[in-house]
Nanobody
Framework: QVQLVESGGGLVQPGGSLRLSCAVS????????MGWYRQAPGKQRTLVAL???????YYVDSVKGRFTISRDNAKNTAYLQMNSLKPEDTAVYYC???????????WGKGTLVTVSS
């Protein structure tokens, strides 16, 4: 039984930083592509960043240069470092673990990030 638990969300002022964590249990963590997604109020859930088993990363244009996705396979944890936060970054952030070869796709319950003065 695979479980993902996000943490690190909260209220931050524009220009501030937050580091989100995603702890994964019940899986061979190193074999999964890890991703961060977000869903703003009234909007669809969208991709923010991905990191593959080999460390290859992908970012959507809106967060390039500001966000960094990483993983620590020894700790079974993925991270999203968010710098220079903007009000439009306000959303519930979700962690995702995917292993397409075996049809596995798991989600955390989300952590709320609010960027506001």
């Amino acid at each position: 039984q695979v479980q993902l638990v996000e943490s690190g969300g909260g209220l931050v002022q524009p220009g501030g930083s937050l580091r989100l964590s995603c702890a994964v249990s019940g899986s061979i963590f190193r074999l999964y592509v890890m991703g961060w997604y977000r869903q703003a109020p009234g909007k669809q859930r969208t991709l923010v960043a991905l990191i593959g088993s080999d460390g290859t990363t992908y970012y959507v244009d809106s967060v390039k240069g500001r966000f960094t996705i990483s993983r620590d396979n020894a700790k079974n944890t993925a991270y999203l470092q968010m710098n220079s936060l903007k009000p439009e970054d306000t959303a519930v952030y979700y962690c995702n673990a995917k292993r397409a070869s075996v049809g596995s796709d798991y989600w955390g319950k989300g952590t709320l990030v609010t960027v506001s003065s």
